[in-house]
């Protein structure tokens, strides 16, 4: 069992599962967030590491995976809890690999702590607003790249909000992540959807272009039925931030924050960071100790 130097608790499979504070700063100050995942089981515990030859380990990060491998990895990551949710299951963008497959990779990753990098947000432009964000019919809405975490819960945001699902309603719109700021100033899109971390820079470069409009999610929608599915799910975690906290990190930049209370509430992302499951247990204590 890896020692562990954060507050953690047990999954129902015995596995130890540390809760991280995640700290977003802002100019002058800080805002700390609390994410309890310990609530999740083992299946929502695992990081992605693909495996070659048994060998070597493809090293996985916020918004790009697979990008690389080598004989020398320690076999350490991070990852957004969903995909190896999906990973466990053999679904999704992982349907190529099966459920047997899947569940085997999977079984051997285990997770030393969690953070909580980036909350979901929905933006547009001053100068073609979204009257309503409950009504979102017909518009073009950026809600993440081709394939992955992101666009699952850019998704899930939109039908949150309007009961649309993509396709049904509204036109999704994709691209990479370094495309995603091009796309969405050069008039790609109607509105956007994104998980982001405080600041984030990619909403100041694209207030660049003019000022700009973000919309937490709104309360009541947030504690319907549907709204504590999405927060609950496989790799989301709640996330509420002092809304002036919020619209102090952007001060200056052109954007402008709306909420109906005094704190911005979404889902967010949750990462885990991740290692073998064979990784010598005083290596992963010594790697939480110096995150932590």
Same mark, same amino acid.
């Given at each position: 069992?890896?020692?562990?130097?954060?507050?953690?608790?047990?999954?129902?499979?015995?596995?130890? %599962?540390?809760?991280?504070?995640?700290?977003?700063?802002?100019?002058?100050?800080?805002?700390?967030?609390?994410?309890?995942?310990?609530?999740?089981?083992?299946?929502?515990?695992?990081?992605? %590491?693909?495996?070659?030859?048994?060998?070597?380990?493809?090293?996985?990060?916020?918004?790009?995976?697979?990008?690389?491998?080598?004989?020398?990895?320690?076999?350490?990551?991070?990852?957004?809890?969903?995909?190896?949710?999906?990973?466990?299951?053999?679904?999704?963008?992982? *349907?190529?690999?099966?459920?047997?497959?899947?569940?085997?990779?999977? *079984?051997?990753?285990?997770?030393?702590?969690?953070?909580?990098?980036?909350?979901?947000?929905?933006?547009?432009?001053?100068?073609?607003?979204?009257?309503? =964000?409950?009504?979102?019919?017909?518009?073009?809405?950026?809600?993440?790249?081709?394939?992955?975490?992101? !666009?699952?819960?850019?998704?899930?945001? =939109?039908?949150?909000?309007?009961? !649309?699902?993509?396709?049904?309603?509204?036109?999704?719109?994709?691209?990479?992540?370094?495309?995603?700021?091009?796309?969405?100033?050069?008039?790609?899109?109607?509105?956007?959807?994104?998980?982001?971390? !405080?600041?984030?820079?990619?909403?100041?470069?694209?207030?660049?272009?003019?000022?700009?409009?973000?919309?937490?999610?709104?309360?009541?929608?947030?504690?319907?039925?549907?709204?504590?599915?999405?927060?609950?799910?496989?790799?989301?975690?709640?996330?509420?931030?002092?809304?002036?906290?919020?619209?102090?990190?952007?001060?200056?930049?052109?954007?402008? =924050?709306?909420?109906?209370?005094?704190?911005?509430?979404?889902?967010?992302?949750?990462?885990?960071?991740?290692?073998?499951?064979?990784?010598?247990?005083?290596?992963?204590?010594?790697?939480?100790?110096?995150?932590?």
């Amino acid at each position: 069992m890896l020692k562990t130097i954060l507050k953690g608790s047990r999954c129902s499979t015995g596995s130890i %599962c540390c809760v991280r504070t995640s700290n977003a700063y802002t100019r002058n100050h800080h805002t700390r967030f609390n994410t309890a995942l310990h609530r999740h089981d083992i299946s929502r515990c695992l990081g992605y %590491c693909w495996y070659r030859n048994h060998a070597n380990y493809r090293g996985c990060n916020a918004h790009k995976f697979s990008s690389s491998s080598s004989r020398r990895a320690p076999g350490y990551g991070t990852a957004p809890l969903i995909l190896p949710f999906l990973l466990s299951r053999g679904i999704g963008p992982y *349907s190529g690999v099966g459920p047997e497959k899947g569940a085997e990779l999977s *079984s051997n990753l285990q997770a030393l702590f969690f953070n909580a990098g980036s909350a979901q947000m929905f933006g547009y432009y001053n100068s073609n607003p979204v009257s309503d =964000i409950r009504n979102l019919e017909g518009l073009r809405i950026w809600n993440g790249p081709p394939r992955g975490a992101a !666009l699952t819960s850019g998704r899930a945001m =939109i039908q949150l909000l309007s009961g !649309l699902k993509e396709g049904e309603g509204y036109e999704g719109i994709q691209n990479p992540w370094p495309d995603a700021v091009s796309s969405i100033t050069g008039g790609g899109a109607d509105a956007w959807t994104i998980p982001e971390g !405080l600041p984030s820079g990619r909403e100041i470069a694209i207030a660049a272009a003019g000022d700009i409009t973000i919309h937490d999610v709104p309360s009541d929608i947030l504690a319907s039925k549907l709204g504590q599915q999405i927060v609950n799910a496989p790799g989301h975690a709640p996330y509420s931030v002092p809304v002036d906290e919020y619209r102090a990190a952007y001060a200056g930049n052109g954007i402008t =924050i709306v909420t109906d209370d005094d704190t911005f509430d979404s889902f967010a992302t949750a990462f885990g960071q991740v290692v073998n499951s064979s990784m010598d247990e005083e290596l992963a204590y010594q790697i939480t100790k110096s995150i932590s």
